[in-house]
């Protein structure tokens, strides 16, 4: 980039500034939680600093919790707190609804820290276009260190291992989902400085429906007899994502 700006620009070339056509990086600067990968058009930004009010809680076993924590975040002052169960289904997740935009490619962005080991962790779209209803289920399998989609057959598919990721409250990974309702297949997966193709693969249907939703969903799923921690943070939706 040049220093400065050319005489005939808008401004004169300075000392100090430079010229700036992106305005995807001009929103980052001013604060945006965008900042991790700027493709699609926004739909939901969400970074808790409002608390929990536009989101539903699920919880399975002993001392599950979802709170919001001012003790760990990726930005600003809070993020959420998932507390697995320690029996039963050992689980905590949110979600949240909203109304299905035109039909284009979706994408799921959400930031996330662990305190300790977990079994997995689960991001979910799912969309109902008033004449089906499919979801889109990406795993990360923590403890056999491998991602996974859920395919037609509503089976789990390995498309990467040995995905170890590191667990320090302070450090938050990124993760973004891409999935094409258009076709009720995938996209694409980003994680981290990872990226990986999963065009082509098919995503599971509920059947003929008239129902029109977009659901947004994120499982921490944890170990028996523990009260496994994750840290959620920064999950935005897009859609119109460049496929």
């Not at 080991?117 to 260190?145: H, K, M, P, T």
Request: hydrophobic share 45%.
């Amino acid at each position: 980039m040049a220093h400065g700006t050319p005489d005939w620009g808008l401004t004169a070339g300075t000392v100090t500034t430079y010229q700036l056509s992106d305005l995807a990086e001009l929103a980052a600067r001013l604060g945006s939680i965008v900042t991790y990968d700027r493709r699609g058009e926004v739909l939901l930004l969400e970074n808790f600093e409002d608390g929990l009010i536009r989101w539903a809680s699920g919880l399975s076993g002993a001392d599950a919790a979802v709170d919001l924590s001012s003790i760990h975040s990726r930005f600003g002052a809070f993020a959420t707190r998932l507390v697995a169960g320690s029996d039963d289904e050992c689980y905590a997740g949110i979600s949240t609804l909203m109304a299905f935009p035109a039909v284009s490619a979706l994408g799921l962005e959400c930031s996330f820290s662990l305190e300790g080991e977990i079994e997995a962790l689960l991001c979910e779209i799912e969309a109902g276009n008033g004449v089906e209803e499919r979801r889109y289920r990406l795993q990360w399998d923590a403890l056999n260190s491998r991602l996974q989609y859920q395919d037609v057959g509503w089976g789990l598919v390995t498309f990467a291992s040995g995905v170890n990721l590191y667990a320090d409250p302070l450090l938050f990974h990124t993760l973004k989902l891409v999935v094409r309702p258009d076709l009720g297949q995938y996209a694409r997966l980003i994680l981290n400085a990872g990226a990986f193709d999963l065009s082509g693969k098919g995503a599971p249907s509920f059947g003929p429906s008239t129902d029109v939703y977009l659901r947004a969903h994120i499982r921490l799923v944890g170990r028996a007899g523990y009260n496994d921690i994750v840290y959620v943070d920064d999950v935005i939706l897009t859609h119109n994502e460049p496929v």
